[in-house]
């Protein structure tokens, strides 16, 4: 769970970093971004020349929903897709009901003595469900009584060098966001909605990292150890980027990529006890295609793609767009008798565009428009094929996250801490695609104070599976939120899914039964829930 809350709930935590990554080469805050007390506008900091920072991120949740797992092994940890091998499944003859905490604090180290040119950024994760566990064997336990359980978790520790003027140099524990903008100096709500929204790529991961940001364009190079097997072996995962990104206008920008994935694992061992790769269980946990072919293979895989966006801030008018396309292509090979053989291609493809219109005074006042597709296979590779997606899912748990789109349960959400199982947790759809959307509308009752949302989402399989239908299911939400003060806010959330004629299979070809070998009819999963948030700085 350190990977997914790491994105999750820092919302607003992720950019506030740039108060303390200023430096005396950098621009000062204009009228458009200086601090104001209730929207999402980035701060100006005058303590930002601070050699030493604390920033942290506080929340508090009540939890009532009908989503629970039948082993108890996960009652307290809850990844992965809904229905899946995590045993989670819903009822009507009981109701989970649950307080989760937890405080990610980040240290940040920025001596005058390099007159801003090297800055180390530590961030932790403190969390658990009260009442859960004292002094035990695992980990986001320690709220019962006595507490004192080791429940820290490491997020980032890294380093950045700035050599001259708009270049960065990222070494050690960092973000790996699928997105052109610098996930320390970027509000984060901006990169759930620009670039591939997290979709392909939202975790933290080791390596370096070179970026350029300039007024006109940006370029991110990257290199990125995924696991390591044995020192000595080549039977590693490694994962390499090149992203580019062209200011066209005031409001237009178009950007192109490229990934690399170079996996020789072997799903031996890997980031959980559930391994990692094309052929392991964490690939089904996270809702991703389980590969049929044998654990010891090779893969290499190539993801080519592009992006466009107009206004992502609301900066010129009320019109916002978004979008992407993303082919993924490449080969696995299997060992049989001592010999890697093809297993099968790799040739798939996902698109997505989002467009929003801004109705009030308030960046909280806007209707948007999310649409989805992503292409699908309903063979498997038993005609050693693959067409559908490929996400970080498939190596870490999860890696990839969708939880800008405004669904809940259909598409994951943002508020959570130990539990995160929604019915698509990848966009692969377990390799049979989709054809999806959103709707959302929002509106400040009381400008930048009291906030009214509300929303559906609905979705279908681009592939049938046997003995079920095509619809995934239709959600509907809604919000309420007010701000106390600065970054402060209580909030009320609800959520109830309408399960499709999908889930009426037990098909289990792509790596997991669909609904988790039920006998009988799932039960519609809802949710409701009160979150207190504190950004403090």
């Known amino acids: ?10 919302a607003f935590l992720a950019n506030i970093q740039l108060l303390s990554a200023q430096t005396s080469s950098e621009k000062p805050a204009t009228d458009a971004n200086k601090f104001n007390l209730f929207t999402k506008d980035m701060p100006y900091n005058a303590k930002a020349n601070k050699e030493f920072q604390f920033l942290a991120f506080f929340i508090n949740q009540g939890v009532n929903s009908n989503m629970y797992p039948k082993a108890s092994l996960f009652n307290g940890q809850l990844v992965g897709r809904l229905f899946g091998p995590n045993s989670s499944s819903t009822t009507d003859s009981a109701t989970s009901n649950y307080f989760e905490q937890r405080i990610i604090p980040f240290f940040i180290y920025q001596p005058k003595l390099f007159n801003g040119k090297a800055i180390l950024r530590a961030s932790f994760e403190i969390d658990w469900t009260w009442g859960d566990q004292a002094y035990g064997l695992s980990g986001n336990k320690g709220g019962a009584i006595n507490a004192d359980q080791v429940n820290i978790q490491t997020q980032n520790i890294e380093l950045e060098l700035i050599p001259v003027k708009n270049v960065a140099i990222n070494l050690g524990l960092q973000r790996l966001y699928d997105t052109p903008y610098n996930p320390y100096r970027t509000m984060f709500d901006k990169m759930t909605t620009t ?18 940001d300039g007024d006109f364009q940006r370029v991110k190079a990257g290199y990125y150890l995924l696991y390591e097997n044995n020192t000595e072996g080549d039977d590693d995962v490694s994962l390499t980027e090149l992203v580019y990104q062209r200011k066209l206008s005031m409001e237009w920008n178009v950007g192109a990529s490229l ?32 590969f049929d072919m044998q654990n010891d293979y090779k893969a290499d895989i190539v993801w080519l793609g592009a992006t466009i966006s107009r206004n992502p801030d609301f900066w010129f008018d009320p019109f916002q767009l ?4 993303n082919y993924n292509l490449g080969s696995a090979r299997s060992n049989v008798e001592g010999k890697y053989e093809k297993a099968a291609d790799i040739a798939g493809f996902a698109g997505n565009i989002r467009a929003a219109y801004q109705i009030g005074n308030t960046i909280n006042d806007y209707v948007s428009v999310d649409f989805l597709y992503a292409s699908g296979d309903p ?31 259909l598409f994951p959400h943002a508020n959570v801490v130990n539990r995160f199982t929604p019915v698509i947790a990848d966009i692969s759809n377990m390799g049979y695609g989709l054809i999806g959307g959103t709707m959302k509308i929002s509106h400040d009752l009381i400008p930048n ?8 989402a609905s979705a279908i399989s681009q592939a049938k599976p046997q003995g079920g239908g095509w619809s995934l299911g239709t959600e509907i939400n809604g ?30 070809s792509h790596g997991s039964s669909i609904n988790g070998n039920a006998t009988t009819k799932l039960v519609n999963p809802y949710t409701v829930f009160i979150v207190y948030k504190w950004l403090m700085f």
């Open 322 to 325: 978004t979008g992407f396309f």
């Open 259 to 290: 990934y690399y994935i170079r996996d020789r694992g072997k799903n031996q061992g890997g980031v959980s006890v559930f391994g990692q790769g094309l052929t392991s269980t964490l690939a089904a946990y996270n809702g991703s295609f389980v």
């Open 479 to 508: 919000s309420v939120s007010y701000n106390l003060g600065p970054y402060m806010s209580i909030e009320m959330h609800g959520a109830y899914l309408w399960l499709g004629d999908f889930f009426d299979s037990q098909d289990s």
């Open 195 to 212: 670039g591939y929204r997290l979709a392909y790529w939202g975790t933290d991961a080791v390596g370096i990292s070179a970026r350029y």
């Open 1 to 10: 769970m350190n990977k997914i809350t790491t994105i999750l709930l820092v």
């Open 379 to 409: 063979n498997g590779i038993t005609d050693k094929k693959y067409k559908g997606v490929i996400t970080g899912n498939t190596w870490g748990m999860p890696s990839s996250i969708f939880v800008g789109s405004g669904g809940y349960l």
């Open 449 to 456: 104070r009291l906030n009214l949302k509300a929303g559906t």
